[in-house]
């Protein structure tokens, strides 16, 4: 019995990191979406054509996740440090 609920407790483990790393990821997304649409942020700092490829990345990095969402713990932190590259 205590065999069990230590793999169990294994196995949650793992599922709490891939959950963190995809709430990270999501909202690192929403986070950088915002942040160049807001006058007070970098909205009016940037050229236009960096905010276009901002924007583009993000849509990248949201239609990944969207078609993704059980994607390993790995996954989600490779394609976070993709978007802030």
């Known amino acids: 019995m ?6 169990f407790a294994d196995q949650d483990k ?7 790393a995809k709430n990270a990821f999501e909202s690192y997304i929403y ?5 160049i649409e807001d006058p007070e942020k970098l909205a009016n700092k940037i050229s236009d ?6 924007k583009d990345a993000i849509a990248e990095a949201q ?3 969207d078609a993704n969402l059980n994607g390993s713990k790995e996954e989600f932190e490779e394609n976070q440090k993709k978007l802030e590259r």
């Open 14 to 20: 793992v599922a709490k990191e891939r959950i963190d």
């Open 49 to 54: 054509d960096d905010k276009s490829s901002i």
């Open 31 to 35: 986070s950088m979406r915002n942040t």
């Open 2 to 7: 205590i065999e069990e609920a230590e793999k």
């Open 63 to 65: 239609t990944w996740l």
